[in-house]
Every structure is written in C-alpha cells, then in structure tokens.
C-alpha cells in the first residue's frame, strides 16, 4: 500500500556528537552509495540497468563479464550502463555543502517546531515532493505531495511539537536529515535532498519494520 522507500541508514554518532562545540556540519559525510536520492533512483532503473550499472561503475566489472551473467552481449550491457548512468546524472542536484544542507534541514525543523507555514514553503523549492512510506502498516500519504505550499501544510497539519514528539537533528543515509520520536521511540525517519537553497525532496519512513536499525537513537 502506498509508496515505497528504501530503508534509511543511520549514522551512529549524531550530529551534536563527540566532541563540544563541534560544528553538526563535521559529522556529515556525503556517501553517493547510500544517498537516498541515489537508491531511489537505482529503485526506478530497471532489473537490466540496475544489474549492469552496479556491475560495471560500482564494482567495475568488464562489460564482457557483466554481459555472461547478465545474458547479453557486451554492447546491450554498455547501452543499459549508459541509460542508467543518465538516470543518476538527471536526479542528481548541484553539489551543496554540507553546511549549508545543515543550515537548511535544522531551518526546517525549527519551521515546523513553530507551525511557521510561510518559513516552511520558503525553504521548499516550488516543485517540492515529500514521501511517505508507512509499509501499509501504520497511517502514511498513498502519494507523493507535491507542490511548495502542498507539502508545507501537509507538515504543519502534523504538529511536530505534539505531545510526546521530539525531532532529532541525525545522519540519514550520510546526509542531514531528521527523527521523530515519541516518548523515546523512532516513529519516522526524514531524509532530504537539497538544492541551492531549497528542499527538493522529503522522504518519510514511518514503516516499523524499516527502523529498527533506529531502536536505540
């Protein structure tokens, strides 16, 4: 039911981490092999163009070997790496750093803390999407909103200072990202992707099942 998202990785030292007066920017490293817009996008490829992109640019098999596995001939196999190369290339944003995707994630959840919707909807591109993923097994959006303003109500319609609730600045799939917790258990896990200056994707895990990793932070 609904959509579907990949598990999100967690990071074991938070941002406020080891040392104080540590800059939560330090601790955030950019890891394209689990970067959440990447997996994704790797979830959207085909089986073909997933097999031969992981083969050949993450584990750098020949396309003469990834064409015996795949049963295909080298020349199909380039094709489909090439297809998926521009998969990766076309969802990919401008490299922001990783302060500043910081200073964004922490600006929106100091926005939503206050129910500010007009702060939320400028720190949204104006084609934002945010997604949610509750595994058909506790209460998320079927689809994908879209829409700057859409998803900056759908945010505030959902008190992030209800009873109970605590958001948590953490590492999500080696970028800033956020954690809700009630009561001390992980009930959703955010992960974001930045551009320029504006959020363009929200990605909401809520499945139980895909945060256990989650128990213990």
């Known amino acids: 039911m609904g959509e579907w998202i990949p598990e999100p990785l967690p990071d074991r030292t938070e941002w406020t981490g080891a040392r104080p007066g540590a800059d939560p920017a330090d601790r955030v490293t950019l890891d394209e092999s689990v970067n959440m817009a990447f997996l994704v996008v ?12 992981v083969l050949h640019d993450v584990f750098r098999y020949p396309f003469a070997e990834v064409a015996e596995i795949v049963g295909r001939s080298p020349a199909a196999c380039r094709q489909l790496a090439t297809s998926a190369r521009r998969r990766v290339r076309t969802a990919r944003p401008g490299a922001v750093p990783a302060a500043r995707r910081a200073d964004v994630v922490r600006a929106f959840k100091e926005a939503w803390e ?6 939320l909807i400028d720190l949204l591109a104006p084609d934002a999407t945010a997604t949610g993923d509750g595994g058909g097994l506790v209460t998320a959006a079927p689809h994908p909103v879209e829409g700057a303003e859409q998803v900056a109500r759908f945010f ?25 917790q009630r009561d001390g258990v992980t ?11 504006r959020i363009a994707h929200i990605w909401a895990v809520l499945n139980p099942e895909k945060l256990h990793p989650w128990a213990a932070g």
């Open 187 to 197: 009930v959703s896990v955010m992960a974001f992707a930045v551009t320029g200056d």
């Open 42 to 53: 790797l979830d959207a490829m085909t089986p073909a163009e997933r097999v031969a992109f």
């Open 156 to 180: 505030a319609d959902r008190p992030a200072a209800a009873p109970g609730m605590t958001l948590v600045e953490r590492t999500v799939n080696g970028q800033p990202g956020l954690v809700a």
């Open 114 to 119: 206050a129910g500010d919707i007009d702060a």
